[in-house]
């Protein structure tokens, strides 16, 4: 069966640190990967997604980058966190035997002081 | 056109009762039809889906009615628990790479015991 796995599971940053989240899928591979950002109490917002090793699509212009370094392993970052970072980020996957439905990660609670 | 509207935003139902909850799209191009739920601090869970081919789906107490010339679909959950109390979120998406879902904003449900 496939698993998705987000860590960390909560992170308190100072405005102007970097920022490494991490998601990484198991039991599929080439799997498509999605970042999305949830402010509380709000909606689902589209970050970033990838289709490849390398290749990520940006939804959104802002503070973060994204990248996939192996197949199943999906990484937003920041060079310098801002206040309206903050937000609970999801990762989420797709593909293999269910290739419209997508898949989500536990979450990671980001508050940025 | 990409946008899915969800009401309500919220809704409080009693325990058995069978709450609804609305979502409308302008995008005749959509033809996958999500529904996920959310319990506070997890990641979105997928409930149930329908293709506009078919005009209603269920699976246990959750149904989703299509109705394709509206552009709308609901959600209905029968004899409503308080184990039901979450965020609901419609959504939709396109054919296509990475099938991209469009989130509606959500609808938090409260189930009274």
């Known amino acids: 069966s496939q698993t998705i796995h987000q860590w960390p599971a909560t992170l308190v940053q100072p405005v102007g640190s970097p920022l490494s989240l991490e998601c990484t899928v198991e039991?599929?591979?080439?799997?498509?990967l999605y970042w999305y950002r949830q402010a509380a109490g709000r909606g689902l917002q589209l970050l970033f997604y990838s289709v490849g090793i390398g290749q990520i699509s940006s939804e959104v212009p802002q503070n973060l980058s994204a990248s996939r370094p192996q197949d199943r392993q999906f990484i937003l970052s920041s060079k310098k966190l801002l206040l309206s970072d903050s937000g609970f980020y999801l990762c989420?996957?797709?593909?293999?035997?269910?290739?419209?439905?997508?898949?989500f990660g536990p979450g990671t609670r980001l508050t940025v002081l | 056109q990409q946008q899915v509207k969800q009401s309500p935003q919220s809704l409080i139902v009693q325990k058995g009762g069978i709450p609804i909850i609305n979502c409308a799209y302008e995008?005749?191009?959509?033809?996958?039809f999500p529904w996920y739920q959310q319990f506070p601090g997890k990641g979105p869970a997928l409930l149930i889906a329908?293709?506009?081919?078919?005009s209603e789906k269920k699976e246990g107490r959750f149904t989703i009615s299509f109705n394709k010339s509206a552009k709308q679909f609901s959600l209905h959950i029968m004899d409503s628990q308080p184990g039901d109390s979450a965020t609901y979120f419609c959504a939709a998406s396109i054919f296509g790479s990475a099938r991209q879902l469009t989130f509606g904003s959500g609808t938090q449900l409260t189930v009274l015991p």
């Open positions: 995008n005749t191009a959509f033809d996958y």
């Open positions: 039991g599929t591979s080439n799997p498509n």
């Open positions: 989420a996957w797709s593909g293999g035997w269910a290739p419209d439905t997508q898949y």
């Open positions: 329908i293709r506009p081919d078919v």
